[in-house]
């Protein structure tokens, strides 16, 4: 599981560095597209000039003037077929007298000039007009871009913060003339920016599929923690059943081979013996059906009204009796003097018995288990606290699941098969009382009930 989550983020991770690529690209090649033709704009706006043609006195051409786009970088005469000398001032091409010299011939002379050809190349821009026009072509693209403009010579190398993110040098004219170029700023961010869409989605995709693994191991863990109880149960069960079998076939095997029939008395004492195994087989059975049908349709609460004292004094004074092998006495405090209760007897003396029984077997031998029962205005707070081996933190919210025991491995020196503080607290809630523990390891455990006395 952790290999595949593991996998995925790789996938992930290869997937969005993908996509950042491309976004990259697709800056990269507009923004060259744009500075490109930004360039071209500017060069085609400077080609169109004023250009002047001055003559000496003593040549019969008049003061001509031509405004119209020429392009090229060389200037000749269709009608004269030789290179002029040029003196390039601003956006006017005048031509010397000096050029014209080779020119003040008989036949030329008296030829009007009858066209001229003229090719200009700059070779430089203005770099804040570049940059304006620039800006202005990339707002209309991708909105605000910070940026600046780069000019260097030939041969020059520029050093940039950023050369990532840069366009291509531009070269306006002949080999020697100067070049331009973009840099960027910030384009990481802008870059992330255009693949947000993508990286949330990874986020998501990445986040539920996490979620789906987490549930999926809960559920497993659950599954399995599920089958060691049962496993457990089934053992306890199984031990819990052996002892009072055991004894049945002991006492039928003596009435069978040892003329236990013909003395009535020793046969009246087995068959006691016989009825209480029974009874205690019967009891078992009864408790594991009725934690299901208490789980599916709840527990009835009688509204009867009954002394509560009474009911854990006779509870205390059953237990007194059948723990004697184990050395354990239970001892009784009552603050208060009016313990009325509404609801079910039964039920709530089956209450006190688990919480008896359940302290008892956890804990230590020759140490006693304290009730405390506390007369309240409108509540009446039972305590049985003992002085065993504890619960660990880690499994105090469990303990009221059906069938949950604290694992101590395949061992069954504590009798029990889970049941008894499920069905407490199931005891509890139809009442519409309250039920905590406090349990520190090697310390011991006490159990608060507070049931509210009109039910």
């Given at each position: 599981?952790?290999?595949?989550?593991?996998?995925?983020?790789?996938?992930?991770?290869?997937?969005?560095?993908?996509?950042?690529?491309?976004?990259?690209?697709?800056?990269?090649?507009?923004?060259?597209?744009?500075?490109?033709?930004?360039?071209?704009?500017?060069?085609?706006?400077?080609?169109?000039?004023?250009?002047?043609?001055?003559?000496?006195?003593?040549?019969?051409?008049?003061?001509?003037?031509?405004?119209?786009?020429?392009?090229?970088?060389?200037?000749?005469?269709?009608?004269?077929?030789?290179?002029?000398?040029?003196?390039?001032?601003?956006?006017?091409?005048?031509?010397?007298?000096?050029?014209?010299?080779?020119?003040?011939?008989?036949?030329?002379?008296?030829?009007?000039?009858?066209?001229?050809?003229?090719?200009?190349?700059?070779?430089?821009?203005?770099?804040?007009?570049?940059?304006?026009?620039?800006?202005?072509?990339?707002?209309?693209?991708?909105?605000?871009?910070?940026?600046?403009?780069?000019?260097?010579?030939?041969?020059?190398?520029?050093?940039?913060?950023?050369?990532?993110?840069?366009?291509?040098?531009?070269?306006?004219?002949?080999?020697?003339?100067?070049?331009?170029?973009?840099?960027?700023?910030?384009?990481?961010?802008?870059?992330?920016?255009?693949?947000?869409?993508?990286?949330?989605?990874?986020?998501?995709?990445?986040?539920?599929?996490?979620?789906?693994?987490?549930?999926?191991?809960?559920?497993?863990?659950?599954?399995?923690?599920?089958?060691?109880?049962?496993?457990?149960?089934?053992?306890?069960?199984?031990?819990?059943?052996?002892?009072?079998?055991?004894?049945?076939?002991?006492?039928?095997?003596?009435?069978?081979?040892?003329?236990?029939?013909?003395?009535?008395?020793?046969?009246?004492?087995?068959?006691?013996?016989?009825?209480?195994?029974?009874?205690?087989?019967?009891?078992?059975?009864?408790?594991?059906?009725?934690?299901?049908?208490?789980?599916?349709?709840?527990?009835?609460?009688?509204?009867?009204?009954?002394?509560?004292?009474?009911?854990?004094?006779?509870?205390?004074?059953?237990?007194?009796?059948?723990?004697?092998?184990?050395?354990?006495?239970?001892?009784?405090?009552?603050?208060?003097?009016?313990?009325?209760?509404?609801?079910?007897?039964?039920?709530?003396?089956?209450?006190?018995?688990?919480?008896?029984?359940?302290?008892?077997?956890?804990?230590?031998?020759?140490?006693?288990?304290?009730?405390?029962?506390?007369?309240?205005?409108?509540?009446?707070?039972?305590?049985?606290?003992?002085?065993?081996?504890?619960?660990?933190?880690?499994?105090?919210?469990?303990?009221?699941?059906?069938?949950?025991?604290?694992?101590h491995g395949d061992v069954h020196n504590v009798k029990g098969y889970g049941?008894?503080?499920?069905?407490?607290?199931?005891v509890v809630k139809a009442h519409q009382g309250t039920i905590e523990v406090e349990s520190e390891p090697g310390k011991g455990s006490a159990f608060t009930?507070?049931?509210?006395?009109?039910?």
């Open positions: 599981m952790s290999c595949s989550i593991l996998l995925l983020l790789v996938l992930q991770f290869y997937w969005i560095k993908s996509e950042y690529k491309s976004a990259e690209n697709a800056f990269r090649r507009e923004t060259n597209l744009v500075f490109r033709n930004t360039v071209a704009t500017l060069m085609d706006s400077l080609y169109m000039s004023r250009i002047d043609l001055l003559e000496s006195d003593s040549l019969r051409y008049k003061h001509r003037r031509f405004r119209r786009s020429h392009f090229g970088d060389s200037i000749a005469f269709s009608a004269i077929g030789k290179a002029l000398q040029l003196d390039l001032s601003g956006s006017k091409l005048i031509v010397t007298r000096d050029s014209l010299a080779k020119l003040d011939t008989a036949g030329d002379a008296e030829r009007p000039l009858k066209s001229i050809m003229i090719r200009i190349n700059p070779d430089s821009l203005d770099v804040q007009s570049l940059k304006n026009q620039y800006d202005k072509n990339l707002k209309a693209l991708d909105g605000k871009i910070v940026f600046r403009v780069l000019e260097r010579e030939p041969g020059e190398v520029i050093r940039t913060d950023s050369p990532a993110f840069m366009t291509e040098f531009i070269r306006i004219g002949p080999p020697n003339a100067r070049q331009y170029a973009a840099s960027f700023e910030g384009v990481q961010l802008l870059l992330f920016k255009e693949i947000l869409p993508q990286i949330l989605f990874s986020i998501l995709l990445t986040i539920m599929i996490g979620i789906a693994f987490l549930v999926m191991y809960k559920n497993l863990m659950t599954q399995q923690r599920l089958s060691m109880q049962k496993d457990e149960f089934i053992n306890n069960v199984s031990h819990e059943l052996k002892t009072p079998i055991a004894t049945v076939n002991v006492a039928l095997e003596a009435f069978r081979n040892f003329n236990v029939l013909d003395n009535p008395k020793v046969t009246h004492e087995y068959l006691d013996i016989v009825k209480t195994e029974l009874d205690r087989l019967s009891l078992m059975t009864e408790r594991i059906l009725n934690t299901s049908v208490y789980e599916n349709i709840g527990i009835e609460v009688d509204n009867e009204v009954f002394d509560f004292k009474d009911t854990v004094n006779q509870s205390v004074k059953g237990m007194n009796l059948s723990s004697q092998d184990k050395l354990a006495t239970v001892e009784t405090v009552f603050h208060g003097s009016d313990f009325k209760l509404k609801g079910s007897k039964m039920h709530l003396t089956n209450l006190v018995y688990n919480l008896l029984d359940n302290a008892i077997n956890h804990g230590r031998s020759q140490t006693p288990v304290r009730v405390t029962l506390t007369e309240e205005s409108r509540h009446l707070v039972l305590e049985v606290k003992d002085f065993g081996m504890g619960i660990p933190r880690e499994y105090k919210h469990k303990i009221f699941e059906k069938f949950f025991r604290v694992p049941l008894g503080l499920s069905y407490v607290k199931q009930i507070k049931l509210p006395k009109n039910g």
